[in-house]
């Protein structure tokens, strides 16, 4: 079974510092990769979606990048602002979970002003 | 990107009665949709699979008598906790896919989510 580890669980960084975020999977059978944000009492948006062919996906500030033999992803957030506050959370997909998503337990992060 | 209506948002319920939250794909058709539980600070955890017109498929652990899933068109899917306790309270998410796109290659989408509180 696909097991997903988010490191750190929670991160505090001034406005403008670039965000960091890390997501680890142990089924290298892996086939894609989704990061989502999640906003407090609120439900998921989408990110970014990796497929397992990609080693990299971009949109705006945000880039991810996916190593399957490593096992491991990242997020990468440019000059974060304090509206990018929120829990990120990052889910694996494999080719039998037929639509399934395993879920990190995701970091919490605040950018102060 | 595509979207996903969950509803009610907020729901507070008698402990004994049952609530049914929905969930409605509302510019695709998804022949599958997700149902997940998330307690305070944790992760997603999957509850059941939801197949339009047949039996949903429940995780382990998970009672099907307590939480109904019912699939009844290509756009919605309902979940009704069952003689709802204290313990059910929660945040519900529900989550589908673009049936003609297929499950592989494109990304998930989730509703709002519903918190449940059961006084």
């Known amino acids: ?113 | 990107g595509a979207v996903v209506s969950q509803h009610p948002s907020r729901v507070i319920c008698k402990s004994g009665t049952s609530v049914k939250i929905e969930c409605r794909s509302l510019d695709f058709q998804a022949t599958t949709m997700f149902w997940y539980r998330q307690f305070p600070k944790k992760s997603l955890m999957l509850m059941a699979t939801s197949n339009e017109g047949s039996k949903a498929t429940y995780e382990q652990g998970v009672e099907k008598d307590k939480f109904l899933i019912n699939h009844a068109s290509l756009t919605l899917s309902t979940l009704t906790v069952t003689s709802a306790h204290p313990e059910d309270s929660s945040f519900y998410i529900c989550s589908a896919r673009d049936r003609d796109r297929g499950w592989l290659n494109t990304e998930a989408f989730f509703g709002q989510g519903t918190r449940l509180t059961v006084v």
Do not use: H, M
């Open chain 1, 1 to 113: 079974k696909q097991e997903v580890t988010q490191i750190p669980a929670a991160l505090s960084v001034p406005e403008g510092e670039n965000l960091v975020l890390n997501c680890s999977f142990t089924d290298s059978a892996i086939y894609n990769l989704q990061w989502f944000r999640q906003d407090p009492g609120k439900g998921l948006t989408s990110l970014l979606l990796i497929q397992s062919s990609q080693r990299e996906q971009t949109s705006g500030r945000l880039n991810a990048s996916l190593d399957k033999s490593s096992g491991r992803s990242t997020l990468y957030i440019a000059a974060s602002q304090p509206g990018d506050s929120a829990t990120y959370l990052c889910a694996g997909l494999t080719t039998d979970s037929w639509g399934k998503l395993q879920f990190g337990a995701g970091t919490q992060v605040v950018v102060t002003p």
